[in-house]
Structure formats: structure tokens, C-alpha cells
């Protein structure tokens, strides 16, 4: 049985950082596409950032330059590196895992980020 496991959530003050991970058990994700989204209270879950198998990053507009992905295939996880975090980043982060466009094999739990001064 795959799992992912996301951390790193919390409460950070604007222009902070947090570093989310998503750890994989059950079976190696290496040649996975692994992608983040978030889902902000009242909202529709949105894709945020993902990464190739070869390690090609991918971002939407709204944080490029300010989150970085990243993945150790020897570790089975991905990590999200999230700098000069704003207010409308807050939401439930969620990670997932993919073999083809558009359909998501494996989802995490999610994590908590709350963005506030």
C-alpha cells in the first residue's frame, strides 16, 4: 500500500519561510511525476508546483521565484521550499503522484500552512 506523508506545515509570519517534504512508502515513486497543490478555506484545490522524474520543476505564475521543488528519489520524497510566503498562501498543502497527465495515483493527507503576522 503507497503512502504519502506531508509535514512541514505551521504558522509563519509574512516574508517567512517553511519547508514542506512528502515522504513515500510502499513503493519507490522515482519515475513518478509529484506534484504539490493547496486548497485555501472556501476554495477549489489548485495545482501549485510539480517536478518531472528527470527533476524538471513546473510552477504556477503566483509563486514562481519564491517556491522551489525538489525531489531525492533515494529518500522517496519531495520537498517544497516555500520563501517570502504572503497571506494568500495559506491553505492545506497537499502533495501527489502521477504516472500520466491528468490522473493522480497517490495523494498525501495534506499539512497546514497559515500565512499571519
Known amino acids: 500500500q503507497v503512502q504519502l506523508v506531508e509535514s512541514g506545515g505551521g504558522l509563519v509570519q509574512p516574508g517567512g519561510s517553511l519547508r514542506l517534504s512528502c515522504a513515500a512508502s510502499?513503493?519507490?515513486?522515482?519515475?513518478?511525476?509529484m506534484d504539490w497543490f493547496r486548497q485555501a478555506p472556501g476554495r477549489e484545490r489548485e495545482f501549485v508546483a510539480g517536478i518531472s522524474w528527470s527533476s524538471t520543476p513546473y510552477y504556477i505564475e503566483a509563486v514562481k521565484g519564491r517556491f522551489t521543488i525538489s525531489r531525492d528519489n533515494a529518500k522517496n520524497t519531495v520537498y517544497l521550499q516555500m520563501d517570502s510566503l504572503k497571506y494568500e498562501d495559506t491553505a492545506v498543502y497537499y502533495c501527489?503522484?502521477?504516472?500520466?497527465?491528468?490522473?493522480?495515483?497517490?495523494w498525501g493527507q495534506g499539512t497546514q500552512v497559515t500565512v499571519s503576522s
Open positions: 501527489a503522484a502521477r504516472l500520466r497527465a491528468g490522473i493522480w495515483d497517490y
Open positions: 510502499g513503493r519507490t515513486l522515482s519515475n513518478y511525476f
